[in-house]
Nanobody, 120 residues
Framework: QVQLVESGGGLVQAGGSLRLSCAASGSIFSINAMGWYRQAPGKQRELVAFRPTGGSTAYPDSVKGRFTISRDNAKNTVYLQMNSLKAEDTAVYYC??????????????WGQGTQVTVSS
């Protein structure tokens, strides 16, 4: 009933910036929380940003001060602005959105993943 489509990944030099987008479509009643996760080869998926609607935003120390999560309510789109990128930021990035559907069911949805590669 709901689909997330990610875009904005690519190759960037260390110190550069990228902006990831995650557009949600379908029978959406409300968005209750949003986040971004990443997974590098040989590592477990880790949280890079999380923001419950009406709550405080959480970032791990590894990205704090460099990454910013935001949302365009009119477009049902979640963004991740990434600045001062480092080689260790290289990973597949996944969008997460906790959605209450028109049917009143609440469940999480994940984007398909987008590759971010940072060269030294």
């Amino acid at each position: 009933q709901v689909q997330l489509v990610e875009s904005g990944g690519g190759l960037v030099q260390a110190g550069g910036s990228l902006r990831l987008s995650c557009a949600a479509s379908g029978s959406i009643f409300s968005i209750n929380a949003m986040g971004w996760y990443r997974q590098a080869p040989g590592k477990q998926r880790e949280l890079v940003a999380f923001r419950p609607t009406g709550g405080s935003t959480a970032y791990p120390d590894s990205v704090k001060g460099r990454f910013t999560i935001s949302r365009d309510n009119a477009k049902n789109t979640v963004y991740l602005q990434m600045n001062s990128l480092k080689a260790e930021d290289t990973a597949v990035y996944y969008c997460y959105v906790l959605i209450t559907e028109v049917s009143s069911r609440t469940q999480p949805y994940w984007g398909q993943g987008t590759q971010v590669t940072v060269s030294s």
